[in-house]
C-alpha cells in the first residue's frame, strides 16, 4: 500500500515539472488511424492456395510486408498477416468482398477491381490483442512469362481503417 502511493506521487512530481512518461494504452487499446499501401504477387500454378506476399509500406509498420492465401477452390476467406518493420505481427481474416465497386481508379492493364472488408484479429509483439478493421481497395492484374508459361498474380492494394493495441 505504501509503495503504490509513493508510486503515485513519483509519477505526479514528474508530471507536474513537465518530465516525459511513458504513455499507456487505454483498457483495450486506444483506436488509431490505420493506412497501409503496397503491392503483392504470386505465381498461380494448379493448386487451388496461392500464397500472396509482397512489401507494404503504412501507419504503425513503416517498411513491413503483408502476405495472405486465396483459396480458389473454396472460396474461403483468406487470412492474412501484415508484418511491421520490428517484426511484429498483425493477423486480419476478410469478412465480404465486392468485386468491380465504383470508385476505385486502377491502372488501364488490370483485370478488375475488389473492394474487401477486413478485420484485425490479433498479432504478436505491440499487436497482441489487436482489434479493428480495415477497407482494402485492390487493383488485380498479372503477367505471364514467356518462357514458362506461368501467371503471375499482382495486387495492388491501399488499405485504410483503424486498429486498437
Same mark, same amino acid.
Given at each position: 500500500m505504501?509503495?503504490?502511493a509513493?508510486v503515485?506521487?513519483v509519477?505526479? *512530481?514528474?508530471v507536474? *515539472?513537465?518530465?516525459? #512518461?511513458p504513455?499507456?494504452a487505454?483498457k =483495450? =487499446? %486506444?483506436s488509431r488511424?490505420f493506412?497501409?499501401t =503496397?503491392?503483392v504477387?504470386a505465381p498461380v500454378t494448379?493448386?487451388?492456395?496461392?500464397n500472396?506476399?509482397g512489401?507494404?509500406i503504412g %501507419?504503425?509498420?513503416g517498411?513491413?510486408?503483408?502476405?495472405f492465401k486465396?483459396?480458389?477452390? %473454396?472460396?474461403?476467406?483468406?487470412p492474412g498477416?501484415?508484418?511491421a518493420?520490428?517484426?511484429?505481427q498483425?493477423f486480419?481474416?476478410a469478412?465480404?468482398?465486392?468485386l468491380?465497386?465504383?470508385?476505385?481508379?486502377?491502372?488501364?492493364?488490370?483485370f478488375?477491381?475488389v473492394k474487401? #472488408?477486413?478485420l484485425i484479429?490479433?498479432? %504478436?509483439?505491440?499487436?497482441?490483442g489487436? #482489434?479493428?478493421s480495415f477497407v482494402s481497395?485492390?487493383?488485380?492484374?498479372?503477367?505471364?512469362?514467356?518462357?514458362?508459361g506461368v501467371?503471375t498474380l499482382? *495486387?495492388t492494394?491501399?488499405?485504410?481503417?483503424?486498429?486498437?493495441y
Amino acid at each position: 500500500m505504501r509503495r503504490a502511493a509513493g508510486v503515485g506521487a513519483v509519477i505526479a *512530481l514528474a508530471v507536474s *515539472l513537465g518530465v516525459p #512518461t511513458p504513455a499507456v494504452a487505454a483498457k =483495450g =487499446g %486506444t483506436s488509431r488511424p490505420f493506412h497501409v499501401t =503496397g503491392v503483392v504477387s504470386a505465381p498461380v500454378t494448379n493448386d487451388c492456395v496461392v500464397n500472396v506476399v509482397g512489401p507494404a509500406i503504412g %501507419t504503425h509498420i513503416g517498411n513491413g510486408s503483408n502476405t495472405f492465401k486465396i483459396d480458389f477452390c %473454396t472460396g474461403a476467406p483468406p487470412p492474412g498477416i501484415i508484418t511491421a518493420a520490428n517484426g511484429d505481427q498483425i493477423f486480419d481474416v476478410a469478412s465480404g468482398d465486392n468485386l468491380d465497386p465504383a470508385g476505385i481508379v486502377c491502372a488501364p492493364d488490370a483485370f478488375f477491381a475488389v473492394k474487401s #472488408t477486413i478485420l484485425i484479429a490479433g498479432g %504478436t509483439g505491440r499487436f497482441t490483442g489487436a #482489434t479493428g478493421s480495415f477497407v482494402s481497395s485492390s487493383c488485380i492484374s498479372g503477367v505471364v512469362d514467356p518462357a514458362t508459361g506461368v501467371f503471375t498474380l499482382i *495486387l495492388t492494394f491501399d488499405n485504410v481503417g483503424t486498429i486498437s493495441y
